[in-house]
C-alpha cells in the first residue's frame, strides 16, 4: 500500500514538473515570437573628391567590411561630395557601386547648389543612374525595409548656395506629418544631414527654424530615431519622447568609421520610442 501510494506522488510530481517546463518553454516562447530585431548601417560625410585617391581605397575597404556586418540598408547622410562638382558626383557613386546591400542617399551643403555647383536634379539623375534602389531618385523621400519599419529621407539643404545651416521646408513637414498619420503602427526612422538635436552647441552649424518641425516629431509616437551627420561627431541623445537623435562621425577623418544601428522591439507591445532599444556601434573599416 505504501509503496502504491508513493509511486502516484512520485508520479504527480513528475506530471507537475513537466507541465511546469511546458507552461515556461511555451512562455519564453511567446516572448520571443514578436521579439524582433533590425540593423541598419550608416555613412556620413565622405566629402569624396577625386583629388584624394585614398578615398576610393577606403570605400571599396567600406563595401568589404559593409558584406561582414550585413546590415538589412546602408543610408550615406549627406556631404557625400565635398565640392558640388558633376565629376566627384560620378566618382562618388563609382566608389559605393561595389555595395550589393540596399543603400540610400541624403543631401547634404556641399553635394548639390546652383551658385558654384550642380544642381539637386543633376545629382539626383547621376544617383538614379548608379542605384536601382533609387531609379527615380528625389531630394525626399521613404522607403519600408520591412513590414514594421518605414524610413524617411529629408532634405535641409538650400537650393541655391552653400550654407552650413540645415533648414526643412513647410512643404516636406507637411508631408512628414501625414505620412506619420497615415502609418500609426509603423516605426518610423528619420534621415537627413543637419542634426535637430544637435551633439554639441555650435551655432554655425545648427539647423533653423526648427519650430514646426519639431512640432510635427513630438504630436506623433511611432518615431523612433533621426539620425543625421554634419557635426563629424558621433553622439546619441535621447529626448523626453525617448526619440534617440544619432549623430553619425565623418567618414573622411581618420579612422574612417560607420556605424551599425541596431533595433530591437517587441510589436505587439510597443507604445512609445522609448520602448525600442537602440544600439549604437562604430565600425573601422
Not at 559593409?66 to 566608389?95: H, R, Y
Not at 543637419?194 to 519639431?214: F, H
Request: glycine residues 2%; proline residues 4%.
Amino acid at each position: 500500500m505504501f509503496r502504491k501510494r508513493y509511486r502516484n506522488v512520485a508520479k504527480m510530481r513528475k506530471i507537475i514538473k513537466n507541465t511546469l517546463i511546458s507552461c515556461f518553454i511555451f512562455m519564453m516562447m511567446q516572448s520571443f515570437a514578436f521579439s524582433e530585431e533590425f540593423e541598419f548601417a550608416q555613412i556620413s560625410d565622405v566629402h569624396y573628391t577625386l583629388q584624394n585617391n585614398e578615398m576610393d581605397k577606403y570605400l571599396y575597404f567600406l563595401s568589404l567590411s559593409l558584406k561582414k556586418t550585413n546590415p538589412d540598408f546602408v543610408v550615406f547622410l549627406g556631404d557625400n561630395v565635398d565640392k558640388s562638382q558633376e565629376e566627384d558626383v560620378i566618382g562618388f557613386m563609382n566608389a559605393v557601386y561595389p555595395i550589393k546591400i540596399p543603400y540610400y542617399i541624403v543631401l547634404g551643403k556641399s553635394d548639390a547648389h546652383k551658385l558654384r555647383g550642380i544642381d539637386k536634379e543633376l545629382y539626383l539623375d547621376i544617383v538614379s543612374a548608379f542605384n536601382h534602389n533609387q531609379e527615380n531618385a528625389k531630394n525626399y523621400y521613404y522607403f519600408k525595409p520591412n513590414s514594421d519599419i518605414i524610413c524617411v529621407v529629408l532634405d535641409d539643404t538650400p537650393d541655391f548656395a552653400m550654407s552650413q545651416h540645415g533648414e526643412i521646408n513647410d512643404e516636406q513637414v507637411e508631408w512628414l506629418d501625414k505620412l506619420l498619420t497615415k502609418y500609426p503602427k509603423k516605426l518610423f526612422l528619420i534621415f537627413h544631414h543637419s542634426p535637430v538635436v544637435a551633439p554639441r552647441d555650435e551655432y554655425k552649424l545648427s539647423m533653423l527654424n526648427t519650430e514646426k518641425y519639431l512640432n510635427v516629431i513630438n504630436k506623433h509616437s511611432n518615431i523612433v530615431l533621426i539620425s543625421s551627420g554634419h557635426y563629424h561627431q558621433s553622439a546619441i541623445k535621447e529626448d523626453e519622447k525617448g526619440i534617440k537623435h544619432i549623430s553619425a562621425p565623418a567618414f573622411k577623418d581618420t579612422p574612417h568609421t560607420y556605424q551599425i544601428i541596431k533595433l530591437k522591439y517587441d510589436k505587439s507591445t510597443y507604445k512609445s520610442p522609448k520602448d525600442v532599444t537602440v544600439t549604437v556601434s562604430g565600425i573601422k573599416v
